[in-house]
């Protein structure tokens, strides 16, 4: 498999490739790109197990850009407290400056991602100010670091209870990830945007936001994207009263499938965590966390 199939997968129009036979790969550049594209379709322990040994990969950007994934994936997963001491070992690691990448994987887009996992993992312990703080430090030199900062800014607006002001970066995420034909970050961008809509919660924006949560939701079940698809359903469940049973049915499949390939630790962590819906799996209850901003951070 060669790199460009692989970034058409992490970063293009094929988030649902097979890459598996790249976690064997000599390249630690490609082994990492195998891990994003595993995380995206919840294969959290196998992306892990890839992850974790590229931490100590002899170059920084790759080590780096492994310790930012890994802590991204345990956010996901509602333990931001794991989180946070790989995120800050990512921006440690940094140590020069080199050639530049169009997809970030660069030391500009790896101190960003670093960066912006900071702001998320402040932003998951409601440190707010401090996560306002990190977000301020983050330089975009590429479309990816602007999509991500894009998502963590209106994350910050809802946990802050200003859905209004999560609007406009989230839109401007969407058409930047959508221009890119990147889809696995359009279908999330798309979360995000819809998610402040329905917050937001004018009538325009109630509707468009629930279209778009929708289709979004359509098109990660049909590229099997399991962990955009729970948050999903939730927003779906809790907007839309037609689509309610059928939409909390679809979050509990996929959450147990997200949770089913998690590492050990990841999933003990996930069970106790309110910002993961838990409750679907142990009695039908409605969730335990919040599906108008809780668990969007990436």
Excluded at 126 to 140: F, H, I, K, M, Y
Excluded at 228 to 233: E, Y
Aim: glycine letters at 8%; hydrophobic letters at 45%; charged letters at 20%.
């Amino acid at each position: 498999m060669t790199e460009e199939q692989l970034r058409r997968a992490a970063f293009g129009d094929q988030p649902g490739r097979d890459v598996w036979p790249a976690l064997s790969a000599g390249s630690s550049r490609t082994r990492w790109l195998a891990a994003v594209v595993l995380g995206g379709q919840g294969h959290y322990a196998a992306a892990a197990t890839a992850l974790d040994a590229l931490r100590h990969d002899p170059d920084p950007v790759i080590a780096s850009l492994a310790l930012s994934t890994r802590a991204s994936h345990h956010r996901q997963l509602g333990a931001h407290h794991l989180a946070r001491p790989l995120d800050g070992a990512a921006l440690v690691e940094l140590r020069a400056t080199g050639a530049q990448d169009p997809d970030g994987i660069d030391a500009a887009g790896a101190r960003a991602d670093a960066l912006l996992g900071l702001a998320a993992d402040s932003l998951g312990a409601q440190r707010l100010d401090e996560a306002r703080r990190l977000l301020a430090r983050v330089e975009t030199h590429s479309w990816r670091s602007e999509v991500r900062k894009g998502w963590v800014t209106a994350e910050i607006a809802l946990a802050s209870g200003l859905p209004r002001e999560a609007v406009a970066p989230a839109e401007a995420a969407y058409e930047v990830a959508t221009s890119r034909k990147a889809l696995r970050h359009e279908l999330k961008s798309a979360l995000v945007l819809g998610t402040s809509l329905v917050v937001w919660g004018t009538p325009d924006g109630l509707n468009r936001g629930l279209e778009l949560v929708e289709c979004e939701l359509n098109h990660s079940a049909q590229n099997g994207l399991q962990p955009l698809i729970w948050p999903s359903a939730l927003v779906l469940a809790g907007h839309a009263p037609t689509m309610g049973a059928t939409a909390l049915d679809r979050a509990t499949e996929a959450l147990s499938c997200v949770l089913r390939r998690a590492d050990p630790v990841s999933r003990r962590v996930a069970l106790d965590s309110p910002w993961v819906p838990s409750g679907l799996l142990r009695s039908g209850e409605p969730p335990n966390a919040d599906p108008q901003a809780n668990f969007l951070t990436d």
